[in-house]
T-cell receptor, first 113, second 115 residues
Framework: QKEVEQNSGPLSVPEGAIASLNCTYS??????FFWYRQYSGKSPELIMFIYSNGDKEDGRFTAQLNKASQYVSLLIRDSQPSDSATYLCAVINSGGSNYKLTFGKGTLLTVNP | DAGITQSPRHKVTETGTPVTLRCHQT?????MYWYRQDPGHGLRLIHYSYGVKDTDKGEVSDGYSVSRSKTEDFLLTLESATSSQTSVYFCAISDKVQENSYEQYFGPGTRLTVT
């Protein structure tokens, strides 16, 4: 069973701080990694994807990938109350069917004003 | 949610009743998926489709069937609904954007309650 693990949280940060969300995965051959944001009662929304080791920045969001450690993270700079949501990590596993995602259970982030 | 609709958005049904959920896309994406989301379990893949009339099982397919007769429509059927199938159901679509990239986009969801 190829797994994706996230701390369930809740992770609570003050407004303006950096929020750090972490994800580990078991399939060493995984190539593609995604972060989704899900507000309560809404559907998941794709916010970042990363395929190469290192950092990828998009506005206040930075995704970091370390394939050797099988670790992917999402940093949210200058956190806002509107960032309060559950963040889902998802991975495309190796071994064919590279159009299927395995999701972690998500980390609940709360940004306090 | 642009380009993906699900119907109905909410449904209450009784145990033993057949139920069909519909996903409709206007993006002409090849791949379509049905997930269920439950507290403590996250998103779990029920069935997926990789083309018209081409479908396969996901990790929680028991009690569910699917059909895809057109690119734009993917139907999920609960043959005989049980209380354990009370959940939020999401449809998703994807297509190959670049090598290694099959970004999935989700519909608005259907909240199903089986009494």
């Amino acid at each position: 069973q190829k797994e994706v693990e996230q701390n369930s949280g809740p992770l609570s940060v003050p407004e303006g701080a950096i929020a750090s969300l972490n994800c580990t995965y078991s399939d060493r051959g995984s190539q593609s990694f995604f972060w989704y944001r899900q507000y309560s009662g809404k559907s998941p929304e794709l916010i970042m994807f990363i395929y190469s080791n290192g950092d990828k920045e998009d506005g206040r969001f930075t995704a970091q990938l370390n394939k050797a450690s099988q670790y992917v993270s999402l940093l949210i700079r200058d956190s806002q109350p509107s960032d309060s949501a559950t963040y889902l990590c998802a991975v495309i596993n190796s071994g064919g069917s590279n159009y299927k995602l395995t999701f972690g259970k998500g980390t609940l982030l709360t940004v306090n004003p | 949610d642009a380009g993906i609709t699900q119907s109905p958005r909410h449904k209450v049904t009784e145990t033993g009743t057949p139920v069909t959920l519909r996903c409709h896309q206007t993006e002409n994406h090849r791949y379509m998926y049905w997930y269920r989301q439950d507290p403590g379990h996250g998103l779990r893949l029920i069935h997926y489709s990789y083309g018209v009339k081409d479908t396969d099982k996901g990790e929680v397919s028991d009690g569910y069937s699917v059909s895809r007769s057109k690119t734009e429509d993917f139907l999920l059927t609960l043959e005989s609904a049980t209380s354990s199938q009370t959940s939020v159901y999401f449809c998703a679509i994807s297509d190959k954007v670049q090598e290694n990239s099959y970004e999935q986009y989700f519909g608005p969801g259907t909240r199903l309650t089986v009494t």
